[in-house]
C-alpha cells in the first residue's frame, strides 16, 4: 500500500459517477431525482468543451424535460428538421410537431453542471480516477467507496477496462473536426452535405453562428481540405468569420456485449457509441439516464440493461444505414434520388430516427414497394 493511502479516508456514496460530461451529469440528475446521494469525478475543470455537432433530437430533449431541464431560448437553437444534399440532389424532411435544439457545448455543460448541483448532485473537479475496485474508487486525493459506480467516462472508458467489458467496434473508426462560423441565419434545419468519403454537418446554433463538422476515415482531412468537395457549400462560408478554433475526435459505431457488470453500469459514450453523422450520441445519453436511475433506486440492472438495449435498437439501424449511404456512391446517389423523388419516405425515415414514429410501423409490403423503387431509380 502506497504511504500516501494512510492518508485517504473512505468516504462512503450510493452513486458513484466517473466522468462529468453530459450523461455523467444528466445520470447524476436522475439519480438525485429519485433520492439517491451523486457525487461526480472528472479529470478536468469547467467549462468542459468537446468536438461535436452539438445537435439534440426532439427524443433527446424531451428526456431532458422529463428531468426538469429546459433548455434556455438564448443559448438554444431550435431546429425542425434535417435536409441531405448531394451534389445536385437534396431532400428536407421535418420532425413532424417535434423540435430539436442546438446548444454549444461548454453552455450545455455549465447549464447540466447548474442543474445538478441545484438538485443536490456533489461534484469533484480536477479529480482524475486512479483506482478501482469492486469496493472504492481512488482519485489523488479522496477515496469513495460506492453502492453503485456509473462509469461515464466517454468513448474509452477506463471504468470500462476495469470492469472486463471489450467494445466490439462494428465499423472502422472515423475521424470529425469541427469548428463554428459566424453567418446571416440558416434555415432551421440541420444539413448533411454528402461527398465521396465525407461529410460535412451544419448545425444551426443560436446568435447567427453555425457549427461545422467534417466526418471522414481520413485522420489528416480537416475542413479546408473537405470544402473543396462541397463548393457549392464552401461560397456559403466564403467570408465567414471563423469564431473557434477546429478540433476533432474519432467517432465509431461500437456496440457493447454488456453494459452492466455487477454494481457497476456504463451509460452515454462508455456503454457504446454510433457514428456522429446520426446526430444521436448526447440524445442516447439523456435517454439512458433515466432508466439506470430507476434500476439503481429499484437494486436491479436489468430494468437498464433492457432499456438501454431498446433505447439504443433504432440509432445503430440508422448508423449502419446512414454508413452504408457514406461508403458507396452507387448506393448514395440512388438514396438521394429516391428521397427526392419521394419526399414521404425521407420523412419517414426521418419520423423513425426521431422516434416520433415506430421501426415496427413500418409493414414488409412497404419496405418491398421501397426496395423495388429504389432498383428502379
Ligand atoms: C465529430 C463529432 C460530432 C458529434 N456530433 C454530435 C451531435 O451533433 N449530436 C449528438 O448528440 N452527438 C454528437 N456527437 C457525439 C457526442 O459528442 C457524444 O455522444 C457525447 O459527448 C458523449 O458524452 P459522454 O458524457 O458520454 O462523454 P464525454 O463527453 O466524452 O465525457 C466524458 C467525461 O469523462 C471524463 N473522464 C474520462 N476519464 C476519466 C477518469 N479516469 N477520471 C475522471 N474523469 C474522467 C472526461 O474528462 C470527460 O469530461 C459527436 C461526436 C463527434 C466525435
Not at 166 to 191: L, M, N, T, Y
Not at 346 to 352: D, G
Request: proline residues 5%.
Amino acid at each position: 500500500m502506497p504511504a500516501s493511502d494512510y492518508f485517504i479516508v473512505t468516504k462512503r456514496c450510493e452513486v458513484i459517477v466517473v466522468g462529468a460530461g453530459p450523461a455523467g451529469i444528466v445520470a447524476a440528475i436522475a439519480a438525485r431525482r429519485l433520492g439517491l446521494q451523486a457525487i461526480v469525478l472528472d479529470a478536468r475543470t469547467p467549462p468542459i468543451d468537446k468536438p461535436c455537432g452539438e445537435g439534440i433530437l426532439p427524443q433527446g430533449a424531451a428526456a431532458l424535460r422529463r428531468l426538469g431541464i429546459s433548455l434556455p431560448s438564448e443559448s438554444a437553437f431550435p431546429f425542425h428538421g434535417i435536409r441531405f444534399v448531394d451534389g445536385e440532389h437534396s431532400a428536407r424532411a421535418d420532425f413532424a410537431g417535434a423540435t430539436g435544439f442546438s446548444v454549444r457545448r461548454v453552455k450545455l455543460h455549465q447549464l447540466l453542471a447548474n442543474h445538478a448541483v441545484e438538485a443536490g448532485v456533489e461534484f469533484r473537479w480536477g479529480a482524475r480516477v486512479m483506482q478501482i475496485d469492486a469496493e472504492t474508487v481512488t482519485t489523488a486525493k479522496e477515496r469513495f467507496s460506492y453502492r453503485w459506480l456509473v462509469g461515464a467516462d466517454g468513448q474509452n472508458s477506463q471504468v470500462r477496462k476495469w470492469a472486463g467489458i471489450d467494445p466490439r467496434i462494428v465499423r472502422r473508426k472515423r475521424f470529425g473536426f469541427c469548428s463554428h462560423f459566424q453567418v446571416r441565419p440558416w434555415p432551421d434545419a440541420v444539413e448533411v452535405h454528402w461527398a465521396r468519403g465525407c461529410q460535412i454537418f451544419i448545425t444551426p446554433m443560436a446568435g447567427e453562428e453555425v457549427g461545422v463538422s467534417v466526418l471522414s476515415h481520413d485522420p489528416t482531412l480537416r475542413l479546408e481540405g473537405a470544402l473543396m468537395r462541397f463548393p457549392a457549400l464552401a461560397d456559403k462560408l466564403r467570408g465567414a468569420t471563423q469564431t473557434t478554433r477546429e478540433s476533432g475526435d474519432a467517432t465509431s459505431l461500437r456496440i457493447l456485449p454488456a453494459i452492466t457488470r455487477g454494481r457497476v453500469a456504463l451509460v452515454g459514450d462508455a456503454s457504446g457509441t454510433v457514428d456522429a453523422v446520426t446526430g444521436h450520441g448526447l440524445s442516447l445519453s439523456f435517454q439512458q439516464a433515466i432508466p439506470l436511475a430507476e434500476a439503481m433506486r429499484l437494486g436491479d440492472l436489468a430494468h437498464y440493461r433492457h432499456a438501454h438495449k431498446h433505447i439504443a435498437a433504432v440509432p445503430i439501424a440508422m448508423s449502419r444505414l446512414m454508413l452504408l449511404m457514406g461508403g458507396s456512391d452507387w448506393i448514395r446517389r440512388r438514396t438521394m434520388r429516391l428521397f427526392q423523388e419521394t419526399p414521404g419516405l425521407f420523412s419517414q425515415l426521418l419520423a423513425i430516427h426521431a422516434e416520433t414514429l415506430p421501426l415496427s410501423s413500418v409493414g414488409m409490403a412497404e419496405i418491398a414497394g421501397f426496395g423495388w423503387k429504389f432498383l428502379r431509380t
